[in-house]
Every structure is written in structure tokens, then in C-alpha cells.
């Protein structure tokens, strides 16, 4: 099995960066890592996961989707995209890749969104094991498996460096070329750090969250339950859940005048704002309640409804270690199903 | 069509018709002087202003209408009041045609058909009496109910009066909200009106209005014996995309923009009242 010892990291980007740009978690200030163009001397950070989600990689911010020029009363339309790029993103956690499967379900069905399926065409993405998973963690709920990350190559974790397979097609073509940076080892050790993963996730405290009561087609279940009311009374309605969040993908298209012709763009949205529902005519989502409820039940009800089951939630734990309230979805799926055992 | 879905087209504003107060028609072609694109009725497209914003309206003229797209069009927020300042020979533009249309070659065909209208709600609706009209053979006893709140405020007038009332098989009543100099027409709102023209039960009703306007046709409609099965709506909400990707028209599983905006008034039954 492939081996790539800790010292060797470096060469290993360096190797990398030669066909794409890599992209690796580097930490920015205390507790906050993020993602950063590779160049020999980065440090690589040690951290868990980055504060905010890879999700930017396929669905960023902001992004521009058309130009328009005005001539002559005339409207001339263009498609501000140049060629895409080759990229590779170091480091991405099992939830996070999972993530992108999520994602793919809804910008890849039809009509296929072009400006995301580009960057997935061209990004390629290895993966790494949790050696160390934090007590927010609950990936594990959603039927992913830490120590199985996937992507297109999947490093695994150890004292001393990384075992290192290829998962895809893509990813065995990347790794071809690069055969001289590897050591040739005995599996043995990966199995024992992954079962190391395995054995640390089910000591952490959100272990044995149950996600047997939610689903599509339980709309009318949960959509008029009381504690909708309790679960939202202190959501400020920041957004901050769905920014940090690697499944959220609601969006808004805007336009803006540069002066020399007019730019629309589309950014990253909520609906957890007030204004996301909001039309001339009236707002159906009127409190913070209805739009608190709207986020979980499509996480938990409405997307499994629509993609065979799958939930709309990795369990990154982004939003349990974020919201300013300390409200969460491991919080609202206890509330919702104790609440059902009683009834 | 451009494949690319979020990147629009530039139409020329080719006529621009005072039908109300506050509602305009448009008449759409492409540059070359061509309807921009087929659509079903019920359908709906993206129009814009580049530099103002982009909104969804139904698609008002009939598919049979091969020489060009109409759009009825409220003024009643931001970019709708661009529109309304729009003047012939102005380029927009336009993406589409998005959703699910009316069953007008399923559930619809060979059906009488009571349509239900009140104010801009008509805009839709018009679509698809046109293309009855157009397929007349094809369909049977035609109704057309449709109020406003003063007779300056009925879309299309003229066509309803010259068009729809003399076609055969076409039977049109008009109500105002409340008496008015110069009309000796019916006074009362649309679903008080529904309920005293007591409509055979055997007519599929096709209902667009004010969410309060339906809400209560089609309450009346039950009283007099309607199944929700034979009643058929339009619905809008806040969009962005158009394709059921951006989240905003999302009512339980549904998204406004593809599964609907056309609904039968079961479905809706079985979505969150969130409307």
C-alpha cells in the first residue's frame, strides 16, 4: 500500500501543484483554518476542519454569471467565464466530500448547472481520515464513515504520515506520475488507524443520535409540531448555520451596475433571512419561526423526499460550534423525535 | 435557445398595451421579429431588466399564438415599475419557458371548462382560453367568470367583449367589486358570484387570483359540491432561478418554479400551508 511519511508532505504538494493548483487547510488565526492556494513552505494545518466548508470550491460566495452591455438601447449578453482551471483541495473530511454528492443532486439534475459542473469537472479531491474527531462531530448518523473518506484519493491518517489509495479513476491518474514519493507498506497500519477513527466516534457525545424519524414524506408529521416555536424563539436569523454549512446551497441572483455595464451575480442566500420569501405582495414566511422550520424540515424531510432518502446533513458539526445561540440540527432532531415518543 | 439556463436572451418590447391602471401588456419578439420560444400554457419565463433585477410571470398569450409572447404585468414593486416605464423599440430580456403547464392535452381535453379569474389573475388563465378557443372542437362548454375591482381594472376588456363573448360555445360573466358609473354589469365579489351562478359540477375549474380570492372560490366551490380533484390553480411565489435550484419557491417537497406553478387543488392540499 502506498505511503506517504509526514516529511514528505511537502514534496508531495509540490508534485501536485506541478499539474493544478492545490488547495490545503491552513490555519489563519487561533481556531479558525481555511482553505489557501499551496506554495512550498505553507503549513498545513493540523486542525480538524476548516471553519468554513469546501463547499466554495464548486459553489462560491459569489460568482458572476452574466454580462450585459447596453449599446444603443441595445442589450448584448455575455458569458463572463474563462477556461476553467485544474485544482486539487488537500485535506477534505469525509462530511465535506459527502457534501459534494449533496450538492451534485441538486446542480446536476436538470438542467445542469453549467458554472458548477465546470469546477467539478476540473477539481479534484483527496480526501483524509479523522484521527482525531471533535465531540460536535455526528457524521456517523448519516452513514458516513470517517475513516472511509472517499473523494478521488483518500489519505489515512497516521502517527507518522498517510496511507494513500486511489478511490476513483481521476485519482489513480493522479497518482500514477507520482510513484517515486511513495514508501510501500503493509495495510496493516491503515486498518488499525481507521478502526482507531471508528472506535473515537463512537465514544463522542452525539454517538447515538437517531435519525430514524425523519424523512421524506413526513411533512404533515412534523411541519405543525409546538416546538417549531420553542426550538426558533432565540434564532437571530444571522445565517451564520447555512454560510458555515456544506449542504446549504439556496441562492440569490443579483445585479450590479459597475458603471461601464451591468454584472449579475449569484451569492450564497438563506432562508433563514426575512427577506428571502419576500415579495411585493406579501412575505408567506412571516416569523423567524417559519423560516427556522423551513431549514430543518428541508434537511430532514423535504430533500429525502426528493433524493431517494439521502438527508441534507453531513454532521460537520459546523453549526453546533458557530450559532451565536447555541441552537443546532442535533438539537432540533432530539427535540422533535422525544417529543414524538410521548404522543 | 441558449442551453445555458440562467443566461438570458434580449427581446424587443414590440408593443406595450395600457390595459388598467396599473397593469400593461407586452408584446415580445426576438430581434429578428420571432416568437422568443414555445411554451404550454400556464408556463412562465424569467423577464429582466439587466442593472434592476429579474422576476417570473406567466406567459399571457396562447401557444397557438405563433407571431409572438404577450406578458401581462402588474405594477406593484421594483421591477415591475421599470417595466412599466418600458416603451416600444426597449430591449428586456427574456429565459424560459418554465414549469408545468395546464393539462391542456390531459386532464383538460374534451372537459367544460369554468374558468375563474380575478384581477391580474387573468393572465395566466387567458393563455389557456385562448388555446381552447383556438382548439375549440377539442374541448367543451367554456365558462369564464372573471371579476376586478372596477371595471377600469379588467384586463383585456376588449378582447374579452370582442373575442371571447362572440366565440360559440363561450360564455363569459364579468363582476365588479362595487357599483360604478357606467356599468349595468353584475356588482359583487368573485366568489360570492360563483356561488349564485351555481356552475354544473361536471366542469373542470381552472381558479387564478389573490391567494384570498381563491382561497374563497374554491371554498364556495366545495360547497356546491367541487372536488378538489376537478379544480385546478396557479400559483407564485419568490423565484430566482427558474429551475428549482436556488430554494426560494420551496413549499414541502415541491418547488414552485417546476413542480407547479400549475397545481390541482389536492396537491396543494397535501403541502404545508405556506403560501
Known amino acids: 500500500m502506498l505511503f506517504l511519511k509526514s516529511a514528505d508532505l511537502e514534496r508531495f504538494l509540490a508534485a501536485a501543484s506541478e499539474t493544478r493548483t492545490v488547495y490545503v487547510p491552513v490555519d489563519v488565526e487561533p481556531k479558525k483554518s481555511a482553505y489557501r492556494k499551496w506554495t512550498p513552505g505553507t503549513a ?40 476553467e482551471e485544474d485544482f486539487a483541495v488537500f485535506g477534505v473530511r469525509a462530511c465535506d466530500a459527502r457534501s459534494f454528492g449533496i450538492l451534485d443532486k441538486v446542480f446536476l439534475s436538470e438542467p445542469v448547472d453549467t458554472y458548477y459542473e465546470n469546477r467539478r469537472a476540473h477539481g479534484l479531491i483527496l480526501t483524509m481520515t479523522c484521527r482525531r474527531p471533535a465531540e460536535t ?17 483518500a489519505f489515512t491518517e497516521t502517527a507518522d504520515g498517510w496511507y494513500v489509495e486511489a478511490v476513483t479513476e481521476r485519482g489513480r491518474d493522479f497518482l500514477a506520475p507520482l510513484g517515486d514519493l511513495f514508501e510501500d507498506r503493509d495495510g496493516s497500519g491503515a486498518e488499525a488507524a481507521k478502526e482507531e477513527t471508528r472506535a473515537i466516534m463512537k465514544r463522542l457525545p452525539l454517538a447515538d443520535l437517531q435519525t430514524d424519524a425523519f424523512g421524506g414524506g413526513k411533512t404533515k408529521e412534523f411541519f405543525d409540531r409546538p416546538e417549531w416555536a420553542s426550538l426558533s424563539e432565540a434564532c437571530i436569523g444571522c445565517g451564520t448555520c447555512t454560510f458555515v454549512c456544506p449542504t446549504c446551497q439556496c441562492y440569490d441572483i443579483r445585479d450590479y451596475d459597475t458603471g461601464h455595464g451591468v454584472k449579475r451575480f449569484r ?46 446533513c453531513v ?29 | 435557445m441558449n442551453p445555458e439556463t440562467l443566461i438570458p436572451h434580449p427581446v424587443v418590447v414590440e408593443d406595450v398595451r395600457i390595459d388598467t391602471p ?54 406593484c414593486g421594483h421591477l415591475t415599475s421599470w417595466l412599466h416605464a418600458l416603451e416600444p423599440g426597449m430591449e428586456v ?103 349564485e351562478l351555481n356552475p354544473d359540477l361536471k366542469k373542470t375549474v381552472l381558479v387564478c387570483g389573490p391567494p384570498i380570492m381563491i382561497k374563497f372560490t374554491v371554498q364556495g366551490l366545495t360547497e356546491l359540491g367541487f372536488a378538489p380533484e376537478q379544480i385546478w390553480t396557479t400559483m407564485e411565489l419568490r423565484m430566482k432561478c427558474g429551475v428549482g435550484k436556488c430554494g426560494r419557491c420551496n413549499i414541502g417537497a415541491k418547488y414552485v418554479c417546476k413542480d407547479g406553478p400549475v397545481f390541482r387543488y389536492d396537491e396543494l392540499g397535501e403541502l404545508p400551508d405556506e403560501y
Not at chain 1, 284 to 306: A, D, G, I, S, W
Not at chain 2, 34 to 62: N, R, W, Y
Not at chain 2, 97 to 102: A, D, E, I, N, W
Open chain 1, 44 to 83: 498545513v494545518s493540523k486542525g480538524l476542519k476548516t471553519t468554513r466548508s469546501a463547499k466554495d470550491f464548486f459553489f462560491p460566495q459569489t460568482e458572476d454569471l452574466v454580462g450585459f452591455r447596453i449599446e444603443n438601447k441595445k442589450i448584448q449578453i455575455l458569458d463572463p467565464r474563462g477556461e
Open chain 1, 137 to 153: 462531530c455526528f457524521c456517523t448518523a448519516f452513514g458516513i464513515d470517517p475513516a472511509s473518506p472517499g473523494g478521488d484519493v
Open chain 1, 267 to 312: 451569492c450564497w442566500d438563506s432562508c433563514m433571512y426575512s427577506d428571502f420569501t419576500k415579495m411585493a405582495g406579501g412575505n408567506p414566511r412571516l416569523t423567524q419561526k417559519e423560516r427556522f422550520r423551513q431549514r430543518f424540515m428541508h434537511k430532514l424531510v423535504y430533500f429525502p423526499e426528493n433524493n431517494g432518502g439521502e438527508f441534507g
Open chain 1, 315 to 343: 454532521g460537520c458539526g459546523r453549526c453546533l460550534a458557530s450559532c451565536p445561540i447555541h441552537m443546532n440540527i442535533v438539537k432540533v432532531m432530539k427535540t422533535l423525535s422525544e417529543g414524538q415518543d410521548e404522543s
Open chain 2, 22 to 75: 396599473d397593469v400593461k401588456t407586452f408584446r415580445i419578439l426576438t430581434r429578428e421579429g420571432d416568437k422568443p420560444f414555445d411554451h404550454l400554457p400556464g408556463q412562465c419565463a424569467m423577464i429582466s431588466v439587466p442593472g434592476v433585477g429579474e422576476g417570473m410571470f406567466s406567459i399571457t398569450s396562447s401557444p397557438t399564438n405563433r407571431a409572438y409572447m404577450e406578458f401581462s404585468i402588474k405594477k
Open chain 2, 93 to 195: 430580456t427574456v429565459r424560459g419557458p418554465y414549469g408545468r403547464p395546464f393539462p391542456v392535452e390531459e386532464d383538460l381535453l374534451g372537459r367544460d371548462l369554468l374558468f375563474i379569474a380575478g384581477g391580474i389573475g387573468l393572465a395566466p388563465l387567458r393563455s389557456v382560453i385562448n388555446y381552447v378557443r383556438d382548439n375549440r372542437e377539442r374541448y367543451g362548454d367554456v365558462e369564464i367568470i372573471y371579476g376586478a375591482r372596477s371595471k377600469d381594472d379588467l384586463v383585456d376588456y376588449r378582447e374579452i367583449l370582442e373575442e371571447w363573448q362572440t366565440t360559440p360555445g363561450v360564455r363569459v360573466h364579468l363582476t365588479i367589486d362595487r357599483e360604478q358609473v357606467g356599468w349595468d354589469g353584475h356588482v359583487g365579489f368573485v366568489p360570492n358570484y360563483v356561488k
